[in-house]
């Protein structure tokens, strides 16, 4: 029997053929570092039988060692059956794959080392903060304010007559329309004899009277 003197991060697993020369050169190279004749970090001995014949099916990947029959040693930073799974701690966040030890594969709107940070196209505007929300980057805007940036402010009494809202309950007015939302008509020419001006430039006149501005009487015969 021989010991295997390996740091906590490496895992065994299994897996395929290894070399027989390449194995006893790594058992005696352990021997050395459970000896004390490295500054790296001190393992715990792993007691099993070192099978210099031992076959693994299939092979043990990333440099991982065939220990015995389908049994793999994995290198620091990989682990699994076959040594075949990348090992990032911290593990990636926001749904993030571990492409190698310490580098993580962001889905978009996540970034960093370890996907911690989330980052939204184009930034969020008027006061938006940008947010993970379901697994996804979005901005999540003051309550006067929407869209996928915070980009359309919000008027709650709305804008009538062909209104845009510019600001939070600010409405911009076509020609011919005031008010808070664009609901009073303008005309130039004031509406006479208690006409009311309905429309640009149009007046709805009183009976008897009528007329563009309601200067005109009807005769009564």
Same mark, same amino acid.
Request: hydrophobic share 30%; glycine share 14%; net charge positive.
């Given at each position: 029997?021989? =010991?295997?003197c390996?740091?906590? %991060?490496?895992? &065994? /697993?299994?897996?395929?053929?290894?070399?027989?020369? =390449?194995?006893?050169?790594f *058992?005696?190279?352990? &021997?050395?570092v459970?000896?004390? @004749? *490295?500054?790296?970090p001190?393992g715990v001995?792993?007691? =099993?039988?070192?099978?210099p014949?031992?076959?693994c099916?299939?092979? #043990?990947?990333?440099?991982?060692?065939? &220990?015995?029959?389908n049994?793999?040693? !994995?290198? +620091? @930073?990989?682990?699994?059956?076959? !040594? %075949?799974?990348?090992n990032?701690?911290? +593990?990636?966040?926001?749904?993030?794959?571990?492409?190698?030890?310490?580098?993580?594969r962001?889905p978009?709107? =996540?970034g960093g080392?370890?996907?911690?940070k989330?980052?939204?196209?184009?930034? #969020? $505007?008027?006061g938006g903060?940008?947010?993970?929300?379901?697994g996804?980057?979005?901005c999540?805007?003051? *309550?006067? $304010?929407?869209?996928?940036?915070c %980009?359309?402010a919000? !008027?709650? %009494?709305?804008?009538?007559?062909? @209104?845009?809202?510019?600001?939070?309950?600010?409405?911009?007015?076509?020609d /011919? $329309?005031?008010?808070g939302?664009?609901h009073?008509?303008? !005309?130039?020419?004031a509406?006479?004899?208690?006409?009311?001006?309905? *429309?640009p430039?149009k007046?709805?006149?009183?009976?008897?009277?009528?007329?563009?501005?309601? @200067?005109?009487? +009807?005769?009564?015969?």
């Open positions: 029997s021989f =010991f295997l390996s740091a906590h %991060q490496n895992r &065994i /697993g299994t897996g395929t053929m290894g070399s027989a020369a =390449f194995l006893l050169a *058992s005696l190279a352990l &021997i050395a459970c000896s004390g @004749g *490295s500054d790296a001190r001995a792993v007691g =099993f039988v070192f099978d014949n031992a076959k099916e299939p092979a #043990c990947r990333h440099a991982g060692l065939c &220990i015995r029959n049994t793999c040693f !994995c290198a +620091k @930073g990989y682990e699994g059956e076959t !040594c %075949q799974h990348a990032c701690f911290p +593990k990636c966040k926001n749904g993030g794959a571990c492409l190698r030890p310490g580098k993580c962001c978009p709107g =996540f080392r370890y996907c911690h989330v980052t939204c196209d184009g930034g #969020c $505007w008027n903060e940008c947010l993970a929300v379901n996804a980057a979005r999540v805007c003051p *309550s006067s $304010w929407t869209g996928s940036k %980009q359309h919000i !008027c709650p %009494q709305g804008c009538r007559n062909g @209104g845009v809202c510019v600001a939070p309950g600010i409405c911009s007015c076509p /011919g $329309w005031l008010g939302a664009c009073t008509a303008v !005309c130039s020419r509406c006479m004899n208690g006409g009311k001006c309905i *429309s430039n007046c709805r006149c009183r009976p008897p009277f009528s007329g563009p501005r309601c @200067g005109d009487r +009807k005769r009564i015969h």
